[in-house]
């Protein structure tokens, strides 16, 4: 099995693309742009205003800080500014590579396809990452 076939499948069964048809999924994840970062490198910068896209985390970690705090590690699968693409609000936190990278950048106009494609699961998902959001202020 060559890599990218095995990385495509893991990455099909994120909890993101839970109920979403594995065809649309197919689709998404062969259009979408792959974006490197190194080591230390800032991804997003707390207060930045949205660029329209997301990021899930293929390879590798990162690191999420708040007001200079550091309040999460993500790993691969994770997803991160899925919110701020939905509502074009400036970013919450600093996202750092803690490693060299590996991300699937999502787009907003991707985003809004799966939800249009989904059985409700990435709208839980979004709501449940908002509670969780409010909750961390």
Known sequence: MN?????????EKLKIFEGIDSEIV???LE???RKNFKSGEVIIEQ???PNSTGYIIEQ???DVWVNGDQTAKLTEGDIFWEIAL???EPRSATVIAESDVVTIVLSQDMLFEMINNDD??????IMRRMEENLENE
Do not use: R
Request: proline share 0%; aromatic share 14%.
């Open 120 to 125: 409700n699961s990435i709208n839980k998902e």
């Open 26 to 28: 197919g689709q998404i």
């Open 3 to 11: 890599m990218k076939l095995f990385g495509q499948q893991k990455i």
């Open 60 to 62: 590798w970690s990162v």
């Open 31 to 33: 259009n979408a742009e």
């Open 86 to 88: 939905l509502n074009e």
């Open 47 to 49: 207060w930045d205003y």
